[in-house]
């Protein structure tokens, strides 16, 4: 682990990584343990599995719980109101995760 | 011939067998009392002897036999969770392993409390099917997020929830008993039957 890096770019243990799903059970073989790697995947995986999780809330669960990321966690619920969905969803996520993590990455 | 001395005079005779050859033969016998005790296994030696036209002795020596050398593992009763007002859900995942790690993911699930049942396939790909229970979908969820996702050589996950149940019963041995040929073992593992 690089301790150069800001907690919340840091990775995580395995075991609390965030495990992408398309639905109840339904594992796609896709995990993010960073947020660095949490962009990549959301880029990787389908739709479906970004919008089970998003409404889900588990994307924010996962911010505060482990990253303890509460800032990101806050964006991700003011796209709630917009109603996003398939590949719209995915832009939208991508363009907050990265705008974050630049920030994040500059301090 | 009491009973104390007879149970004396079968573990003497257990313990020969078990010495001298590890594997024996089922033979037409053996088969009828095991489907006798699928349909009923709290009848007695005397009911069991009667119906099969053998003496009651012979069905207690059977069955002590068969007990030591694993083929019946244990009794239980087939409970109607519905009626017992238990409130769970049931749910079949089929999990993709990486072959190197399957064995270990296999042997992760059998010490899960919620995993019911363990098989490995193989079709395509190596798989490993399990049957779980759990509290709710959400319970589902969390469980197969937490604990079996993150082992080591799991490549994904298919999970079904069962929505309704048509039959739920305990297999018959099958009548081609001649081939039937169990190994004496203390665990559950392989009994190639």
């Given amino acids: ?107 | 011939m009491d009973v104390e001395k007879l149970i004396i005079k079968e573990e003497k005779v257990q313990r020969l067998r078990i010495r001298g050859n590890n594997t024996f033969n089922l033979d037409s016998i053996d088969l009828k009392i095991l489907e006798a005790l699928q349909e009923d296994a709290r009848q007695t030696y005397t009911t069991m002897g009667k119906r099969l036209g053998i003496a009651h002795s012979t069905v207690y020596d059977r069955i002590k036999k068969m007990e030591n050398y694993g083929i019946i593992k244990k009794y239980m009763a087939l409970i109607d969770c519905e009626k017992a007002g238990a409130k769970h859900i049931i749910a079949i995942m089929t999990i993709y392993t990486d072959p190197k790690e399957s064995e270990k993911v296999a042997e992760k699930l059998c010490a899960c409390t919620q995993v019911l049942e363990v098989y490995t396939s193989l079709s395509e790909e190596l798989q490993i099917i399990a049957k779980v229970v759990a509290e709710s979908q959400e319970s589902l969820h969390e469980f197969i997020a937490n604990s079996i996702a993150p082992l080591p050589g799991v490549l994904r996950i298919r999970t079904s929830i069962v929505t309704k149940k048509f039959k739920e019963n305990q297999p018959i041995i099958i009548n081609n008993y001649r081939n039937l040929t169990v190994a004496k073992e203390n665990g559950d593992k392989g009994n190639k039957v």
């Fill in chain 1, 1 to 107: 682990m690089d301790e150069s890096k800001p907690r919340i770019t840091k990775a995580v243990p395995r075991e609390r990584a965030f495990y992408f799903f398309t639905s109840i059970g339904n594992y796609t073989g896709k995990s993010a343990a960073s947020l660095e790697e949490f962009l990549e995947k959301i880029k990787e995986v389908s739709a479906k599995s970004l919008e089970f999780h998003f409404y889900r809330g588990d994307f924010e669960k996962w911010f505060i719980e482990v990253l303890q990321d509460e800032e990101l966690a806050e964006e991700f619920k003011k796209l709630y109101t917009l109603n996003l969905f398939g590949e719209t969803l995915r832009d939208q996520l991508c363009h907050v995760v990265s705008v974050h993590l630049k920030r994040l990455t500059e301090i």
